[in-house]
C-alpha cells in the first residue's frame, strides 16, 4: 500500500512555519483585545441551509464550492466555507447580545476550489463581525482595525480597495441599470458574463477577461444609480478613515461575491502576491437567520496569503519566537537517569528541554542536538556525576564550561 498523503489542496503545518502561525495568532488577539472583541469558536460542520440563502443562491460559492453532504440520519450538512454565517447563525439566538457584538474567530474554511498559489481547498481566516445598525463610522472603525492588525504583522505595503453596494432599495435601480448598460454588448460578453447578465449582473464588473474587462471600463459607476442617502453614507465612511489616517482607492469596480452585503465593501491585496491577491475581503451587512435580521460589518483575512506576503525577514524573526533549545546528553545509562530528572527540573523552571530516552551512543546524542538546532547542550557522565556538575556547551558561539549543578540555570539565562 503506499503511504497516505495529505487530500489536494489541503495542507500539513508544522514546523519552523507553525510558530510564525502563532505569532501571527498571538498578536491579533492583541490588537482585537485592544478593540473589545471576543472570540467565538462555532462548529465547522453547519446546516446547509445557513449558507443557501444568505451567501446567495447565485455565488460561486453556494453554486460549485461547498463540501455538503447527507449525514447519516438524512441532514443535509456543510463544512464551512466562511465564517460570517455561522456567526450570524450563533447570534440569532441570543437576543438581545447580538445587537452589538464584537466576535472574532480564527480557523479553517473549505472551499472546493481548483488549488494554485494562494488558493487552497482548507484555508484558514481570521475573522471578525462587529454588530450594529448601519453606521459609517462603525464601517471605518472596523477597518481601522484591519489596518491595525496588518501593522502588527509587519506586513509590507498593501492596497485597501473600497468601495460602496449601496442600500438595499438602490439595488433593483443599480441591477436594472448595469443590465441596461450591457445588454447592446452581450455578444461581447464571455460565456460566464452573459449568463451573470441574468442572474448575477453586479460580477460582470469583477470578470477577469480581457474583452469584458473593456466593456466594463466604458460603463458608468454604480453610484449613479444609489439614491443621494447612500452617496452620503459613503461619503462619511471615507471622512472617518481620513481622520483616522488609514489610507485607501475608491475602486468603483469592487463588488465583492457574497450577496450579503450592503453599503461598504472592501478587499485588501498586496503585490506580493500573484493572481490571487486579495488578503482579505470584508463589509457591511444585512442578513437573515430563521426570523432574524441581524447588522453588522466585518471582514475574513486569509492566513495562507498572509504567509506568503511576509517578507522573509519577518518570517524568520516571527519563526523565532520560541524559546531556545536545551539538550541533555548522557555519556553512560547512570547519568541519563540523573539527566531524566535534571530535565523535569529545567522545564518546571520554565527551560524548552529533551533528552534521549533510547540509550543512543554520545556521538547520536550530539548528532541529534545539532538536527534539533539546540542552543544548549548539557553534558554529564562518570566525572560530572562524581563532582556534581555538569558541562554547558552554548553552542551558538561553541564554547563550554562545567559547572556546579545549582548553577546550570543561572548560566542558561
Ligand atoms: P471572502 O472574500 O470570501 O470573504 O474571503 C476572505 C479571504 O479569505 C480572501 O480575501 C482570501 O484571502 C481568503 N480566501 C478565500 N478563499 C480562499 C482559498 N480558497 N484559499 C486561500 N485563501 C482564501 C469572506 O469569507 C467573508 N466571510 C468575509 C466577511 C466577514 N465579510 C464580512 N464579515
Same mark, same amino acid.
Given at each position: 500500500?503506499?503511504?497516505?498523503?495529505?487530500?489536494?489542496?489541503?495542507?500539513?503545518?508544522?514546523?519552523?512555519?507553525?510558530?510564525?502561525?502563532? *505569532?501571527?495568532?498571538?498578536?491579533?488577539?492583541?490588537?482585537?483585545?485592544?478593540?473589545?472583541?471576543?472570540?467565538?469558536?462555532?462548529?465547522?460542520?453547519?446546516?446547509?441551509?445557513?449558507?443557501?440563502?444568505?451567501?446567495?443562491?447565485t455565488?460561486?460559492?453556494?453554486?460549485?464550492?461547498?463540501?455538503?453532504?447527507? *449525514?447519516?440520519?438524512?441532514?443535509?450538512?456543510?463544512?464551512?466555507?466562511?465564517?460570517?454565517?455561522?456567526?450570524?447563525?450563533?447570534?440569532?439566538?441570543?437576543?438581545?447580545?447580538?445587537?452589538?457584538?464584537?466576535?472574532?474567530?480564527?480557523?479553517?474554511?473549505?472551499?472546493?476550489?481548483?488549488?494554485?498559489?494562494?488558493?487552497?481547498?482548507?484555508?484558514?481566516?481570521?475573522?471578525?463581525?462587529?454588530?450594529?445598525?448601519?453606521?459609517?463610522?462603525?464601517?471605518?472603525?472596523?477597518?481601522?482595525?484591519?489596518?491595525?492588525?496588518?501593522?502588527?504583522?509587519?506586513?509590507?505595503?498593501?492596497?485597501?480597495?473600497?468601495?460602496?453596494r449601496g442600500a438595499p432599495e438602490d439595488f433593483p435601480r443599480i441591477l436594472d441599470g448595469l443590465r441596461n448598460e450591457l445588454l447592446p454588448h452581450q455578444d461581447s460578453l464571455c460565456?460566464d458574463c452573459q449568463r451573470r447578465l441574468d442572474n448575477n449582473v453586479l460580477r460582470v464588473l469583477d470578470c477577469?477577461?480581457?474583452g469584458c474587462k473593456e466593456i466594463v471600463q466604458s460603463l458608468p459607476p454604480i453610484t449613479t444609480w444609489m439614491a443621494?442617502?447612500s452617496?452620503?453614507?459613503?461619503?462619511?465612511?471615507?471622512?472617518?478613515?481620513?481622520?483616522?489616517?488609514?489610507?485607501?482607492?475608491?475602486?468603483p469596480l469592487?463588488v465583492?461575491?457574497?450577496?450579503?452585503?450592503?453599503? *461598504?465593501?472592501?478587499?485588501?491585496?498586496?503585490?506580493?502576491?500573484?493572481?490571487?491577491?486579495?488578503?482579505?475581503?470584508?463589509?457591511?451587512?444585512?442578513?437573515?437567520?430563521?426570523?432574524?435580521?441581524?447588522?453588522?460589518?466585518?471582514?475574513?483575512?486569509?492566513?495562507?496569503?498572509?504567509?506568503?506576503?511576509?517578507?522573509?525577514?519577518?518570517?524568520?524573526?516571527?519563526?523565532?519566537?520560541?524559546?531556545?533549545?536545551?539538550?541533555?546528553?548522557?555519556?553512560?545509562?547512570?547519568?541519563?537517569?540523573?539527566?531524566?530528572?535534571?530535565?523535569?527540573?529545567?522545564?518546571?523552571?520554565?527551560?524548552?528541554?529533551?533528552?534521549?530516552?533510547?540509550?543512543?551512543?554520545?556521538?547520536?546524542?550530539?548528532?541529534?542536538?545539532?538536527?534539533?538546532?539546540?542552543?544548549?547542550?548539557?553534558?554529564?557522565?562518570?566525572?560530572?556525576?562524581?563532582?556534581?556538575?555538569?558541562?554547558?556547551?552554548?553552542?551558538?558561539?561553541?564554547?563550554?564550561?562545567?559547572?556546579?549543578?545549582?548553577?546550570?540555570?543561572?548560566?542558561?539565562?
Amino acid at each position: 500500500m503506499t503511504t497516505p498523503q495529505a487530500l489536494q489542496g489541503m495542507s500539513d503545518i508544522f514546523s519552523p512555519e507553525v510558530e510564525i502561525w502563532q *505569532t501571527l495568532e498571538s498578536r491579533a488577539r492583541e490588537v482585537l483585545a485592544r478593540y473589545d472583541f471576543r472570540e467565538v469558536r462555532t462548529p465547522i460542520l453547519e446546516e446547509v441551509g445557513v449558507y443557501l440563502h444568505s451567501l446567495g443562491d447565485t455565488s460561486e460559492i453556494v453554486t460549485k464550492q461547498m463540501y455538503a453532504f447527507e *449525514t447519516r440520519g438524512g441532514k443535509q450538512v456543510c463544512m464551512r466555507p466562511e465564517g460570517t454565517a455561522g456567526v450570524m447563525r450563533h447570534l440569532a439566538g441570543r437576543g438581545q447580545e447580538a445587537q452589538d457584538a464584537r466576535l472574532y474567530y480564527l480557523g479553517p474554511m473549505f472551499r472546493a476550489e481548483r488549488p494554485q498559489a494562494g488558493r487552497r481547498r482548507q484555508f484558514h481566516q481570521l475573522g471578525v463581525e462587529g454588530m450594529g445598525p448601519a453606521s459609517p463610522e462603525q464601517d471605518a472603525e472596523i477597518i481601522a482595525m484591519q489596518a491595525a492588525l496588518f501593522e502588527a504583522w509587519e506586513l509590507g505595503p498593501v492596497s485597501f480597495q473600497l468601495n460602496t453596494r449601496g442600500a438595499p432599495e438602490d439595488f433593483p435601480r443599480i441591477l436594472d441599470g448595469l443590465r441596461n448598460e450591457l445588454l447592446p454588448h452581450q455578444d461581447s460578453l464571455c460565456g460566464d458574463c452573459q449568463r451573470r447578465l441574468d442572474n448575477n449582473v453586479l460580477r460582470v464588473l469583477d470578470c477577469k477577461v480581457p474583452g469584458c474587462k473593456e466593456i466594463v471600463q466604458s460603463l458608468p459607476p454604480i453610484t449613479t444609480w444609489m439614491a443621494p442617502e447612500s452617496i452620503a453614507y459613503f461619503d462619511r465612511v471615507r471622512a472617518a478613515l481620513d481622520a483616522l489616517k488609514v489610507p485607501y482607492e475608491v475602486n468603483p469596480l469592487l463588488v465583492r461575491g457574497l450577496d450579503y452585503y450592503q453599503h *461598504t465593501i472592501w478587499e485588501v491585496t498586496s503585490t506580493a502576491l500573484g493572481a490571487q491577491d486579495a488578503l482579505s475581503g470584508g463589509g457591511r451587512y444585512r442578513m437573515a437567520m430563521g426570523k432574524t435580521e441581524l447588522d453588522g460589518v466585518g471582514f475574513g483575512i486569509g492566513m495562507e496569503r498572509v504567509l506568503l506576503a511576509l517578507s522573509e525577514d519577518t518570517k524568520t524573526a516571527f519563526a523565532k519566537d520560541a524559546k531556545d533549545l536545551v539538550m541533555l546528553v548522557a555519556q553512560n545509562d547512570e547519568a541519563r537517569g540523573a539527566n531524566f530528572v535534571l530535565a523535569a527540573d529545567l522545564r518546571a523552571a520554565g527551560f524548552r528541554v529533551r533528552m534521549d530516552l533510547t540509550g543512543k551512543s554520545m556521538k547520536a546524542q550530539m548528532k541529534a542536538a545539532g538536527r534539533q538546532n539546540a542552543r544548549w547542550v548539557i553534558l554529564r557522565g562518570e566525572n560530572e556525576l562524581a563532582q556534581n556538575t555538569a558541562t554547558v556547551r552554548d553552542m551558538s558561539v561553541g564554547e563550554q564550561s562545567e559547572v556546579p549543578l545549582g548553577q546550570v540555570k543561572d548560566v542558561l539565562k
